[in-house]
C-alpha cells in the first residue's frame, strides 16, 4: 500500500490533515486538507517551503473559510448567519469514531506524490512529494487557496526544488 512508503513527517502530515478535516466537519479529506496538513504538523521541506512565501496554517484555515463561505453564499447561504441563529448548537466537527475517507482528489494527489517521488527516485514519499501532487492539481481547491493566499504554483515549485536541494547538498 501507498502509506507503507510514506516518511515519519509525511505520516504526521496526513494524521494532521485528517484533524483538520474533522475539524471543519469535512465529509472526506480533500487536497485542501492535506496542505492544511502540510501546515499543521510543520515538519518537512514542503512546510518549510510553505512558510518561507508567508503561507501560514491561520491564513490558510482563514481562506479555507473564506471559500466555503462565498461558495454558501453563491447559493444564498450565509455561513455567519447559520452561525450566529445556530448559536452553540452550531457544530461543524466530526466526531472521532466516524472515519472520514479520502476524496477522489486527494487520492488522485497522493498517486501524483507517489509518481514524483518514483520519479525523482525518493526511497519515501516525503511532504514535498505531496506537496508537488498537490501543486499538479491545478483546479484544486488548494492552489486556489494558495492563489488567494499570493502564491503561485510556480513560484512553490521553485522554492521546493531550492530547498530540496539545499538539503541533498
Do not use: W
Not at 497522493?110 to 508537488?132: I, K, Q, S
Request: net charge negative; with cysteine; hydrophobic share 40%.
Amino acid at each position: 500500500m501507498i502509506f507503507n512508503r510514506f516518511a515519519r513527517e509525511t505520516r504526521r502530515c496526513v494524521v494532521a490533515a485528517v484533524e483538520e478535516a474533522r475539524m471543519l466537519g469535512h465529509d472526506s479529506i480533500g487536497d485542501e486538507d492535506l496542505l492544511l496538513g502540510i501546515l499543521r504538523a510543520d515538519e518537512g521541506v514542503a512546510a518549510e517551503a510553505l512558510s518561507s512565501l508567508g503561507v501560514t496554517l491561520e491564513g490558510a484555515q482563514e481562506e479555507s473559510e473564506g471559500m466555503l463561505s462565498e461558495a454558501l453564499s453563491s447559493v444564498g447561504v450565509s455561513l455567519e448567519e447559520v452561525r450566529r441563529e445556530a448559536g452553540d448548537a452550531f457544530e461543524v466537527s466530526i466526531p472521532d469514531e466516524r472515519r472520514i475517507p479520502f476524496s477522489p482528489r486527494a487520492k488522485k494527489v497522493l498517486e501524483r506524490a507517489l509518481r514524483e517521488a518514483v520519479r525523482v527516485r525518493d526511497n519515501h514519499l516525503g511532504t514535498d512529494n505531496v506537496l508537488l501532487g498537490i501543486l499538479r492539481n491545478e483546479d484544486g481547491t488548494a492552489v486556489r487557496m494558495l492563489a488567494r493566499l499570493g502564491v503561485s504554483p510556480e513560484m512553490l515549485e521553485e522554492r521546493l526544488y531550492e530547498l530540496r536541494g539545499r538539503a541533498a547538498s
